[in-house]
């Protein structure tokens, strides 16, 4: 007989259900939504969630753009065709308009229309022994063990990580594994439970090692970077149209650039820029802005976290890679002049005085 599973799905995954282009996304959060009872989810996932659900959004806005009217010969513009093709555009221009405006109210009021924030809302307020709540009493021990294994360097985290939201929800994955006497299966693409090689996941060997001696050596431990491929241990029946789709999502971000020239801004510089922190093997683009002032760098939250913000002021760690946003003058690797010495300058005014 086999071993029941339980299954958590990281916070970059549910993002992903609005960075699908169909359908197909909602009816993979319809599957998960059915599998409910064997969900692990807790307070630290959903704010997680919410915290970068705007974001999401704001990049689908940002790609849904009208066609740009279609250029045609003077001699032939009173011709049916070339009618027809501006009225198309026309009504292509009506339609994301249409989009954008649900896009809008989905921003001021996701419970009434976010289907997404909707079916997670009902995932991350459930009750059962799956959920980690504020006010479950259990939470003080999980956030205690997360806390000490942050302070050994245990995974998951991240090398320059100074949050514990990663080693706080494994805390509680390995509590409800234990409880339930069940397998785990874990859905990210965060590198810091393993590593994905072409269309394989391979959990971290620490987590590996730690999962067979506090749980058990007898109950699986899988790591899925689609949410397909979970819902397959499941015995959930994924479309080919589903798994089609997550696997175009995924391609396109394993295919982003995973190196770039470094560089360190100058607090000097007279211009503004935008400069992204990519994290190699982490979906999400820390957005971090440079502006003019006596302390001129400031992060922006995509998500905020102070390793960005050393990365801006120290350089960049080896785990993070500053890029350069297109459209905006590279910053310049050029030494800033430095400024005469304030007593230097009066040393040499009273010299000419005399």
């Known amino acids: 007989m086999a071993v029941p599973n339980l299954l958590f799905v990281d916070a970059n995954i549910w993002l992903d259900f609005y960075r699908v282009r169909n359908d197909t996304g909602l ?5 998960t939504e059915d599998l409910a009872d064997r969900l692990i989810v807790t307070y630290q996932l959903e704010n997680e969630y919410k915290r970068n659900r705007q974001a999401a959004i704001f990049e689908g806005m940002q790609e849904l753009k009208a066609p ?3 250029p045609r010969p003077g001699i032939f513009s009173d011709a049916a065709a070339a009618k027809m093709m501006a009225k198309n555009v026309k009504a292509a221009e009506t339609r994301v308009k249409k989009l954008r405006d649900r896009m809008v109210k989905a921003l001021r009021d996701p419970a009434t229309h976010d289907p997404v924030y909707q079916s997670c809302q009902r995932l991350f307020q459930k ?7 504020r006010v479950n009493p259990l939470r003080h021990i999980i956030r205690r063990k997360a806390f000490r294994r942050f302070l050994h360097g245990c995974p998951p985290r991240k090398r320059s990580d100074i949050s514990i939201g990663d080693a706080f929800n494994w805390e509680w994955m390995v509590h409800c594994a234990t409880e339930r006497k069940t397998g785990l299966v874990i859905v990210t693409r965060d590198s810091d439970y393993g590593i994905t090689l072409e269309k394989e996941s391979y959990v971290n060997d620490a987590l590996r090692q730690e999962f067979s001696e506090r749980v058990s050596r ?5 790591l899925c970077s689609r949410l397909s491929d979970a819902l397959k241990l499941f015995d959930v029946q994924v479309t080919a149209q589903e798994e089609a789709t997550e696997s175009q999502l995924v391609s396109s971000w394993l295919e982003l650039p995973q190196t770039k020239n470094m560089f360190v801004p100058y607090p000097n510089r007279n211009a503004s820029f935008v400069s992204k922190v990519m994290v190699p093997g982490h979906p999400t683009n820390l957005v971090a802005s440079y502006t003019p002032s006596r302390y001129p760098y400031t992060v922006a939250e995509y998500p905020m ?4 913000y050393n990365a801006l002021i120290g350089g960049p760690p080896p785990s993070y890679i500053l890029v350069d946003e297109p459209g905006i003058p590279p910053i310049s690797n050029a030494p800033q002049p430095a400024k005469p010495d304030v007593a230097e300058s009066d040393t040499k005014g009273t010299a000419k005085k005399k």
């Open 127 to 133: 009750e059962d022994s799956l959920t980690l709540t």
């Open 27 to 31: 009816r993979l959060l319809k599957h």
């Open 218 to 222: 007898k109950r699986p431990l899988r």
């Open 305 to 308: 976290t102070q390793a960005a």
């Open 68 to 70: 740009q009217q279609i």
